[in-house]
DNA sequence: CATGAATGAGAATTCATTCAT
DNA sequence: AATGAATGAATTCTCATTCAT
């Protein structure tokens, strides 16, 4: 159990992290300054300091929370469905309201894969960060070979590059819902939720075993 | 046709973007300054100022010149191939080209539809973005409707969505092999392009009637 | 007789006092932080400013206190040896111990003499420095002549003047064979300390009249 | 000859030093911000960054061109007089003028031989201000010698490390009585002019051949 | 037309100091 | 009395943009 005082340091570095995230969502990490994260947040820029070192732990700070919260959201929709296509809705909803709620991520994930070039001198957090990307990629991958085991799906590539190709083609069709949410529905009329429905359909297209079926 | 003036005009405009372009391909857009741009142009920094508004303009410009690069490129690969296989693999070759030479086109694109909201007040560059973007996905979606007429694809969606779609998610794809070409080498063992070439193939099953083929 | 309060508040001014004393010994008053005299000494940063008003102050004190002990040092040089060129050897090691132990202390005194340009304005402590100050001028004055009435010293110049002098001199060898010791070892192939040794020997021959001995 | 263009920036890049030497020599390069050598300079701080790259290069340039200058001072004091002992004089008096003019020299010298410390890792500038500090000492170490040879100075010790312990109780006197001019005319009722001429002479009995003399 | 030169506005980060408890 | 927490005011450095020639 934290004490009194960890907790209210816990408490500071979430309000601070809540009002970064929101400015990163709207302006990206990049244009964000810690002037802006200050206001946002209702510290002293110098307060910003006692709790993080640097922006960058913060940015890292925040892709690491989200990239949990996205796993436990992951597990979840995966155990709690017992068919397996049901719990491939349940992980696409997921993503879906993740990435709605966390647009920002998609840049600092973006990032992670930049850092994970520099090799060996990562800190701990770049580390933590990307222990999660692995958890969740394998517990993706190990998805797709159930469902294969299961019979739903073909897999014609190996389960963890199929795993990055269904999760690379999700994410453009979130990121392009994400920018164009007044053109889908001035231009195709329809709305962003149906319009990444049809498209998490699309892709499960791509992997279940239509042949079969006929 | 151009006065001698105007031709002139548009040289260094193009000189200027060339350089442009590779320093953003090369570092990104935020990351590279107008001096950079100057040296590697070998133009003075003044002189940008003559030939573009602002580091915006220059952005902008680049990305219209290669939505229209792109467009043409799409055009031909669609009209060099009779057959509508064959001409969906020289399409997606040419985006896959395209975006391994520009990457920076990405995060311009996805900076586009942000500038999108802001409405009425866009300038003429970004009405002129718009519009190849307009065009080039309606090449796309008349392209999937041959493919419909033809009997190749099944097209369950209204077509400019399926290509919004396709293309997103073809777009994520190559947005992931760009950031992670030494963990795809390291842990996949697979070279970016034949990585992608798999998501092509995958995004293809997933409009394609593979039903019917058998 | 201090009162119970009062000796605890010695204490405590005294432990800070320590505290910081080997931090600016080691990076400088410039560089040493208050964060780091409160992790030194382990009081709290807001304690330190019960006991001093501010880092200035600290600065101050252990300029003082230094003062204070080299006064002591040398008193007792001068006491403990009978014979006046035993007493110099000891007076000049006492100096070149202390600055070895205080290297911070040179620059403090360098400080202290702008401010005294400053004029009526210094504070109380500032005052302290300049009294121990004068006190020790005039102990090594006294020092001077009492070698001039035994014969072994010729002075040509007022005592004062002369005090003021060797002692810069001493203090420019000091300071020098501070920040040079690795070019001493690696050049002239010789250690601080015998160094300094023929610096006090050129010293004194500076002041002795070594023609009458002869 | 240099283009009218380099001409400007040198003209430029002397009147930025100008003003840092002021400041440093008021206030010390520690506590001199370039918001102060903007203001001083009548440039923008970001002009400042045209023409040096960081602060510590004006530092640095300002040590260099102040060792070189003196260096210039001394070998002229030496060239010009034939007589050693009126040499010798010229000398100091260079020496004396040269920190008249020039106070914030001292600290720099100071840090120098810390920087010393650092190795080879030492860029360009620093080479250069090691170069001219070394030819300084060889220049007076030559001197040394020839005093020795013209039977006007007994060396008792290596010339280098005589010079050096010479040019360290000169610069220690220098610095005191930079620091004290008020204190020497209230107290000691002398101007800094005679004080120091007073200090070398006191230099020079320390290593000409006084005994012999007799 | 082209540009060398200059800069205003801001960016991240640091640190001595204050204050409520 | 002692301190955890918060911060105002700097500090170094950057960069898109302007302007006189």
Chains 1, 2, 3, 4 share one sequence.
Request: net charge negative.
């Amino acid at each position: 159990m934290l004490s009194k005082k960890q907790a209210l340091t816990e408490f500071h570095r979430g309000s601070i992290l809540a009002a970064a995230e929101r400015l990163f969502a709207e302006k990206g990490t990049e244009k964000t300054t810690m002037d802006d994260i200050a206001r946002e947040s209702e510290y002293s820029k110098a307060t910003l300091y006692v709790y993080f070192q640097s922006k960058e732990e913060i940015v890292n700070a925040i892709l690491l929370s989200s990239m949990v919260l996205l796993q436990k959201k992951l597990e979840e929709a995966i155990r709690s469905n017992p068919n397996w296509f049901q719990a491939y809705n349940g992980v696409c909803e997921a993503i879906i309201h993740f990435y709605g709620e966390n647009p920002a991520a998609y840049d600092t994930v973006a990032r992670q894969t930049v850092m994970e070039a520099e090799g060996g001198q990562a800190d701990q957090s770049l580390k933590e960060i990307r222990q999660v990307g692995e958890a969740t990629n394998d517990l993706l991958a190990d998805f797709l070979k159930r469902g294969a085991a299961e019979g739903a799906v073909r897999i014609e590539l190996p389960p963890k590059e199929t795993v990055l190709l269904f999760w690379a083609g999700l994410f453009g069709m979130v990121k392009m819902a994400e920018g164009r949410e007044k053109y889908l529905q001035d231009t195709l009329n329809i709305e962003r939720e149906e319009f990444l429905r049809h498209g998490v359909r699309m892709l499960l297209d791509s992997i279940t075993k239509g042949r079969i079926i006929e």
